[in-house]
């Protein structure tokens, strides 16, 4: 398959400029594209990923990819599917941002190929030096108001009355068009990408491509991902599900990919993975036959964080994974453990009841929340359900002790199959 015969079967076309003639194009050689990406965070998030893998999805097949940071766009703000104005950034967070951002997309993007390296540019570089005046002459006199009011992005912020829009946000199209304009005239840039809420600012760059250059250039658009509930993609109970480890542990970006509903997990294998079509569809085969085994999910969570943090990173998420499934607690680190203690309900103690001879385990069952009485905790123990760090106990008189603290700190306590509770000494 060509690039757009790719993208289609994955979903991930929901427009596109004549495109025909872009199948035409990419498939008669290499063209040069662009996604663009505004530096409002130091970490992009899950929400990200599907742009910006569609770029790699076209340099893996010969093409020239640009990922544009956003130095001067994101000063302002997009105001497409936000319904309140954006706080404004200054230079230097923007800075930092970019900075930070840019080692993630070399996990994303081949910087470093000799055939076609991807590039990373900052549209700041080129707004910088336009005055506003020259702006406004060479640029602003190409677009009409009645055309910018007419796109999505802006008019269902003016129909809001009690936010509307601001002249700063109302101006980012103008910005977003100046950047495609900008990559054709120096870099020879044919096709942006971006989300379908940014179908506005794309054929606004297209528009301007053809009245300065008189070029002839293509937009395409990605779907927006919800999840089949209707919720909001990338988000979980704690918030956004950022790729910089010290925001989202390697733990939580796992598990947010195994917990994804049924409903969602083969088109997200095909959005989120570069896993061939026939491996796709075997597994899709096997979710429908034997749903209950997850295949699909450890599928999709394996590959998607092989992608951003690594091999190792993914062993480590499975083996934290695994713990509260019961597997053995050997040669996990602390920030892991921590992770997973993260996950369940944990209890203080104070750890002088843990020195010699230590306390009881039928009563740190109850001080932990697991049994409601001494009676039902002994009960638990004698038949056989009771594990102290994943390791089965059935002596009614175990005394639990500082010896069994892990990392000095932890004792991890499970009744039954599922039923966890971390107690933390202090």
């Known amino acids: ?242 790729l910089d480890p010290a925001k989202t542990s390697i733990y939580r970006f796992y598990q947010f990919w195994i917990r994804v509903d049924d409903r969602d997990v083969i088109q997200f294998l095909k959005y989120f993975t570069f896993l061939t079509r026939e491996e796709i569809e075997s597994l899709e085969q096997q979710h429908k036959e034997r749903p209950e085994l997850r295949t699909a999910h450890k599928a999709l969570a394996m590959a998607a964080t092989d992608l951003i943090h690594g091999n190792q990173g993914t062993l480590d998420a499975i083996k934290a994974s695994e713990i509260l499934f019961g597997g053995a607690l050997d040669g996990i680190s602390e920030d892991l453990f921590r992770d997973v203690a993260g996950e369940v309900p944990s209890k203080e103690i104070d750890s002088g009841k843990l020195t010699q001879p230590g306390i009881g385990l039928t009563e740190l069952l109850v001080h932990s929340g697991l049994a409601a009485s001494k009676g039902q905790a002994k009960k638990d123990v004698e038949g056989g359900g009771v594990y102290i760090n994943n390791l089965r106990e059935s002596n009614i008189q175990r005394m639990v002790s500082l010896e069994d603290l892990l990392f000095n700190k932890y004792i991890l306590l499970r009744k039954g199959k599922r039923n966890y509770a971390v107690i933390v000494a202090v």
């Open 1 to 242: 398959m060509n690039i757009i015969e790719e993208l289609e079967w994955r979903g991930l076309v929901a427009d596109c400029t004549d495109k025909e003639e872009l199948l035409k194009k990419v498939t008669e050689g290499a063209i040069t594209l662009y996604a663009g990406f505004d530096p409002t965070a130091d970490s992009l998030h899950v929400g990200n990923l599907v742009p910006l893998l569609a770029l790699r999805r076209f340099q893996l097949l010969g093409h020239h990819a640009i990922a544009v940071a956003g130095g001067a766009t994101g000063s302002i703000g997009d105001p497409s599917g936000k319904s309140a104005e954006r706080q404004l950034l200054t230079r230097e967070v923007l800075d930092q941002n970019i900075a930070q951002v840019k080692i993630q997309l070399a996990k994303l993007l081949d910087f470093e190929t000799k055939a076609n390296p991807a590039r990373l540019v900052d549209n700041a570089s080129w707004t910088a030096a336009v005055s506003f005046l020259d702006f406004l002459r060479d640029i602003g006199k190409h677009f009409s108001v009645n055309m910018m009011v007419g796109k999505e992005s802006v008019r269902s912020r003016m129909e809001d009355r009690d936010t509307g829009i601001s002249y700063t946000e109302f101006s980012y199209m103008l910005l977003q068009a100046f950047d495609f304009y900008h990559l054709r005239k120096e870099l020879n840039c044919e096709l942006q990408i971006g989300g379908s809420d940014q179908w506005g600012n794309i054929t606004a760059g297209i528009e301007l491509s053809r009245k300065k250059l008189g070029a002839h250039v293509f937009g395409l658009t990605l779907p927006l991902i919800t999840n089949a509930d209707g919720s909001k993609f990338g988000k979980s109970v704690a918030g956004a599900i950022w």
